[in-house]
């Protein structure tokens, strides 16, 4: 075999190891990471980020670290316990979420017409008031005052509301 030929066939070799690591790597996270992943998606498709602020940043600052730990090729009980605790966090989003939607449903609609009205991009002052108060009402409510984070939600769907009208108008005038 020529110089050329036992090259070309190292290198060959080599990748296919290599591409073989990396499918046996990408087996072991979703082994690991699979239930937690599915747990995360739905968190994230119910806006759990913003509806569920503490325990979703909680599980989201686990999911992280075991997957940077999982990457260095360190500890799997680690990987495992924090990828756990994760998936936790992310269940109590999802039911902090859940009744979330419950509590700001004014709130929320409100906010999908001041989205819909392009508010964060025409009345980005508002939109950004509006936004941080409904986190603050969410806080309020995963801290377990109900009556309060519902005394909140009429504030918040105000705040969304003059955000809608302030970026129709905006839009308005932009038009002319």
């Known amino acids: 075999m020529s110089m050329a030929k036992r090259r070309s066939f190292l290198i060959a070799s080599l990748l296919v190891s290599g ?8 087996a072991i996270r979703d082994q690991i990471f699979g239930e ?3 747990v995360k998606k739905h968190a994230d498709t119910l806006n759990a980020k913003m509806l569920a602020p ?3 940043a909680e599980g989201l600052e686990l999911y992280v670290s075991a997957g940077e730990t999982l990457e260095k090729g360190k500890d ?4 495992r316990e924090e990828v756990g605790e994760a998936k936790g966090h992310f269940q109590h989003s999802v039911e902090a979420a859940e009744l979330a939607q419950v509590t700001f449903a004014n709130a929320l609609a409100a906010r999908k017409a001041a989205e819909t009205a392009e508010s964060a991009k025409y009345a980005e002052r508002e939109w950004g008031k509006a936004e941080e108060s409904l986190v603050s009402a969410a806080e309020t409510l995963e801290g377990g005052n109900l009556k309060k984070a519902g005394n909140s939600a009429v504030d918040v769907e105000k705040l969304y ?6 970026s129709v108008n905006s839009k308005a005038k932009a038009t002319k």
Not at 19 to 26: G, K, R, T, V
Not at 161 to 166: D, G, I, T, Y
């Open 19 to 26: 591409m073989a690591l990396a499918q046996s790597q990408q």
């Open 161 to 166: 509301r003059e955000a809608e009208a302030k």
């Open 76 to 79: 799997l009980d680690r990987v």
């Open 36 to 38: 937690t992943d599915v």
């Open 54 to 56: 503490g325990v979703y």
